[in-house]
């Protein structure tokens, strides 16, 4: 009886949905029909709201409350600017090629004294006509204008013992500076003594006799400049055949150095009277003589002397000006 039961419940909820489901299509089918769905126009874009004004910067003072809001002010809008062109700038000139280097002006000049016939004169074999040998030459004395007005001779006695100086006149000698036979020869006869009356007639007279002072000798002598400093001191005098000095032979070796001669030629010494003597002087500066080569006395001798200065370009004389009168002219 419980069988029968659950059947009789079972198609009853059939039946029920059966009749749900007819009534959902009945309302499906005759129910009113929905609207017919249309497409709404897209809405119109907003303008995009202007950014606000940048707040005023504030003054000072504060303002008081009660005080109405100033005004806005309007800015004017900025005035175009022209812009000119640039101007035509001409292209810039080639560049001139660079100077050729300025050779520095010598500062001394030199000239090449003659080896055959140009010698030294201290030490110098003195003999006379017939050769025989009578002494050596030691000295000479010059006078103010640099020429040779005595000679100072070491007479030779037998091996040494009754040497004597004795200084005799510069014309009683003859020259013979060749290479092969340096002399000097002592017009003096046979059989005579050197220092005969003969010889003292022209001017022979011992060493020992205090010298005039318009003569100054040459050996040991210092070289000077004009302002009191020292050059160097004389060593030798250089001789040709024709009895005339050619250079002197100075010593300018300093402290702390090696030994060291020039040949200063003899145009660029002069002899000045100072503390009642007369006095050796030379304008050779020190850098001249730094640049001067060295005395050999085996190899060609180069005399030197002060370059002597460019000549001045005359100005030319301003506008206007009126000549000079000459020396004619001024007489009348």
């Known amino acids: 009886m419980s069988g029968?039961?659950?059947?009789?419940?079972?198609?009853?909820?059939?039946?029920?949905?059966?009749?749900?489901?007819?009534?959902?299509?009945?309302?499906?089918?005759?129910?009113?029909?929905?609207?017919?769905?249309?497409?709404q126009p897209a809405p119109e874009p907003q303008p995009e709201p202007e950014p606000p004004a940048p707040p005023e910067p504030e003054a000072s003072a504060p303002a008081p409350a009660s005080a109405p809001a100033?005004?806005?002010v309007k800015r004017a809008p900025p005035k175009p600017v022209h812009r000119h062109p640039a101007p035509h700038r001409p292209a810039p000139p080639e560049t001139p090629p660079a100077?050729?280097?300025?050779?520095?002006?010598?500062?001394?000049?030199?000239?090449?004294?003659?080896?055959?016939?140009?010698?030294?004169?201290?030490?110098?074999?003195?003999?006379?006509?017939?050769?025989?040998?009578?002494?050596?030459?030691?000295?000479?004395?010059?006078?103010?204008?640099?020429r040779p007005q005595e000679m100072l001779v070491n007479?030779?006695?037998?091996?040494?013992i009754g040497d004597r100086k004795v200084r005799f006149p510069w014309?009683?000698?003859?020259?013979?500076m060749n290479a092969k036979k340096a002399a000097i020869t002592l017009a003096v006869k046979e059989g005579q003594p050197p220092a005969a009356q003969a010889l003292q007639k022209k001017g022979a007279r011992p060493a020992g006799i205090a010298s005039k002072?318009?003569?100054?000798?040459?050996?040991?002598?210092?070289?000077?400049?004009?302002?009191?400093?020292?050059?160097g001191r004389v060593v030798d005098v250089l001789i040709d055949n024709h009895a005339a000095p050619q250079a002197a032979?100075?010593?300018?070796?300093?402290?702390?150095?090696?030994?060291?001669?020039?040949?200063?030629?003899?145009?660029?010494?002069?002899?000045v009277h100072k503390d009642d003597a007369l006095r050796v002087e030379s304008d050779l500066t020190d850098a001249q003589v730094d640049a001067a080569p060295n005395y050999e006395p085996d190899r060609p001798v180069r005399a030197v002397s002060p370059a002597p200065k460019p000549p001045v370009a005359a100005q030319p004389a301003p506008a206007g000006a009126k000549p000079a009168a000459s020396g004619n002219d001024a007489s009348r």
Not at 129 to 143: E, S, T, W, Y
């Open 70 to 72: 100033a005004p806005e």
């Open 249 to 271: 032979v100075v010593d300018v070796s300093r402290l702390m150095q090696d030994r060291r001669s020039i040949a200063v030629d003899w145009s660029a010494l002069r002899f």
């Open 155 to 160: 007479l030779s006695g037998f091996l040494g």
């Open 99 to 146: 100077p050729a280097p300025v050779v520095p002006a010598p500062i001394i000049s030199t000239r090449l004294l003659s080896s055959n016939d140009t010698r030294g004169l201290l030490d110098a074999r003195v003999q006379r006509p017939d050769g025989k040998a009578l002494g050596r030459a030691i000295d000479m004395f010059v006078d103010k204008d640099g």
């Open 4 to 39: 029968g039961f659950y059947r009789h419940g079972v198609s009853r909820c059939i039946l029920v949905w059966v009749l749900l489901t007819m009534l959902a299509g009945c309302s499906a089918l005759f129910g009113p029909k929905p609207p017919p769905v249309t497409e």
């Open 171 to 176: 014309n009683a000698f003859t020259f013979n």
């Open 213 to 231: 002072p318009e003569l100054t000798r040459m050996i040991d002598a210092t070289v000077e400049r004009g302002d009191g400093a020292r050059v």
